[in-house]
Structure formats: C-alpha cells, structure tokens
C-alpha cells in the first residue's frame, strides 16, 4: 500500500489545502469535516484563491506570449455566478454554447465583444438571445449556420456586422478519450479542411454583405497532453489560412487555438505545463505566420475550461455503507456517485480518494467507491487506497471542478448536490441542494 506522504498528498487539491492539527483537510481555511456538517453532502469546495490564481497565472502567461491575445473560458466545464464574477473581473472573455450561460455572463456584466458562441447545432433562439445582447463573434460548425445568422442579424442587429470563425476538422488524433476527440475526419464538431468543407464555409459566408468571416478556430479534445498533436493542427490551419489567401483573399485576423489542456486527475497523471506549451505555440505561430507571408498582427485566443478550473474543485462524500465480499472485495458505497460525476461511467476517468476527517493515516486497504445510483456501473473509484474506513467517514475526491456539476443529473429523482466558495476561512454557500419540491417541480399531472 502507498505511503502518505506529507505535502505530495495535497498536489491535487488546491492551492490553499492543508491538514490540520486534527488531522482533517482544510480548504481556503475551512475544516471540510465542519464544511460537510453545515452543508451536508455530498458537496462540491471551491476555492477562490485557486480559481483567481489559475486564472490570472493563464492570462499572464498567453499575454506574455502575445500582445494581442484574449483568454476565453469555456464554460461548459463549469458556470455559475460565481464564477462569473469572478472571471468578469479577471477580464477574461468567454466560450458559450447555450442561452443560460449567456444569460449568466449578461447578468455579470460580460463585454458582450469578448463572447464567442459555439456549437454544432445553434438554434434560432440561441442564435437571436446572442444579438440581443450584443454578442458579435459566432464559430461556424456546419454550413447551416452561416444562412441562419445571416438571416436573423438582418432582422435584429440590421446595422452589425458579425463576425465569424470557421471551426476546422484538422484530422489530426489528439489522442485522448475517444468521446473527447473531436479533430478527427469522423467528428460531429467542425468543418473539414481535406474534404472541402471548410471551404464551401468560408465561400458561403463571403456571398453575406452582414458577415465578416475573421478567423479560423480549431479544439481537437479535451483533456490533451499530446502536444505534438496539438503543433500539427496548428500546422494544417496555417496551411489553410495560407491556401484561402492565396484563392480567394482571406486574410486571418483571429486565431482561436482551442483549449483542451490537460489536468491530473491522479498520481500517475501530469498536468500540461500551460507556460511551455504557450510559449512553443507562439513561437511555431510566429515562424508559421512569417514563413507563409501571413498576418503576423492577429488576435491570438485561446479557450480553456478544465485547465481553469478543474483542481480548485473537491467533492466530498459521506460514507453510508461498508459492504465487504469475502475474496472478492470492498465496496464503499457513498451518498453521492454517478448523479455528481458520471465521468467514471462515461470515460473511465480514474479519481483519487482521500479521507478528509483522517487525512494523515496511512493507506491499509484498497477499496471500490461505489455511488448510491441504481446501476451497477455507477463505481466512482474502482481501486482506492484508503486508510480503514468506517460509516460515517468523508472522503475528498479532488479535481472536482470541471464537467461534474455542469453533466449532473437527477437519475433515481436524488438532488443534485450543493457548492460552497471558501476563501479565507469563510464559505459562502453558491448553490443550495435541490428540495423536493425543486425535483418534483416540472412534471404536470
Ligand atoms: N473549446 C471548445 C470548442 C470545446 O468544445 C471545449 C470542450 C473547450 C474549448 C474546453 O475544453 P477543456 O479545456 O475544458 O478541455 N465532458 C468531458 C469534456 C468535454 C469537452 C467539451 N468541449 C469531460 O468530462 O472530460
């Protein structure tokens, strides 16, 4: 069984965890054991302090790199108000796909010029919330796209010119889960660069006097560590900024590189060194604008979720149940599982557990998590170190932040849970557990 070891233990969680001297794990200042009491669980622990550092750190570094840069949070991974705010004062822009995200950004005062909308399937509602609010910058995904936008900016936004990215399919392997790679030929996201495609695109949107067609867009898949994949796309899209020049005049005044960085999920994972990978991307950038005579002054995006904020997130469960199988195994099952993070069942992602309220024990057994949902594949750790554990333990399972709440669901009619903000010893609750009344609220007799 593994050692605990000290500091290394806490590498996964955020930046303001600790033990405290009764042994329980501390967040932004908070004892998650006092945390779980207040709040019940399961819960899902923010930390301020990781989110703005994680934030501000992405800014500095692509700002470095590039005078005219802007970092997009894509805020599929997670969003609420909250983090609106948050981000909002960090001036970062956005990546949307949905009216609420929108709407969440519009209530937090969001530069509307600094949203970008995405999606394979925008509909007209969407579409029109977006040009009410003032957003002017839509990535292309299909060849539907461009006639509907061109339609309703005609009757909402009659005097704007929106502008457009073409999403490229760069067929290029990201190698990652196959349900997160999306650059391949065979891909519901984006237009293909061999197959022609993207060029039919990109003619289409010249034949409209209302869309400027600025850029070009490429997200290979999420939770990449492959860097070399993500240089070759960035090759095949320079190519094809290079090819439209010399065809039809193109000229590329934004480049949006996608996000897709990688966050550790566990010991034997390495987060992606966003300093060094956004240093040798600006520089292939450079070389590659230079060396096929493009725009060298183009606005440089990127757009993470995960990499933002997945480690400044924690969940915490209750352990309700020590079922052990003789010869086969022991199955802790806890309050909480597929309906919170059904990445286990999804992509086999593969977490890591703590024992909050004995953070300091030695690891003595090896445990399967299993979540309180009817369906046998609802295990969220399937081999856990873990000290001796008991009913009415907590676990902590770390980088909590990005894509469980925001892909949580109501299976077995079990609330979704509630999300607390710790920073500096206080916590704020950011969203209460759903009642009751709040599951049983939509259905009419
Ligand atoms: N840009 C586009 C166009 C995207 O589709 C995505 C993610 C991102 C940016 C942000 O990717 P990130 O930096 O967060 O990897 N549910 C999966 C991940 C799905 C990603 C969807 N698109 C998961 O739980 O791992």
Known sequence: MEKSSGMSRLEL???????NAASHLEIGGCDTTALAAQFGTPLYVFDQATLRAQARDALRVLRAQWDDALLLYATKAYWAPFLARLYRELALGLDVTSEAEMAIAQNAGFDPTTIYVHGNNKTSAELGAALAMGITHFVVDNLDDAPRLAALGAELAPSRRLRLLIRLSPNIDAHTHRYMTTGV?????????????????ARQIGAYANLDLVGLHFHIGSQVFDTDALREALHAVLDTAQAWRDTFGFTLRELNIGGGWGVAYNDSQRTLDVESFLQNTARLLREGLRARGLNENLKLIAEPGRGLIARAGVALYRVGAVKEIPAVRTYLA????????VRPALYNAAYQAFLANRFDENNAREYAIAGRYCEQGDVLIERAALPETRVGDLLAIPVAG?????????????P??????VNEKRARLVRRRETLEDILACDLD
Request: glycine share 12%.
């Open 13 to 19: 969680f955020p930046d303001t965890a600790r033990v």
């Open 416 to 421: 979704r849970p509630a999300v607390v903000l």
């Open 185 to 201: 030929a065979d891909s519901k996201f984006g237009l293909g660069i061999a197959d022609g495609m993207a060029e039919r695109a």
């Open 402 to 414: 990005a894509y469980q709440l925001p892909m949580a669901s109501n299976y077995n009619l079990i």
């Open 334 to 341: 806890v309050d909480g599982g597929m309906g919170d993070n």
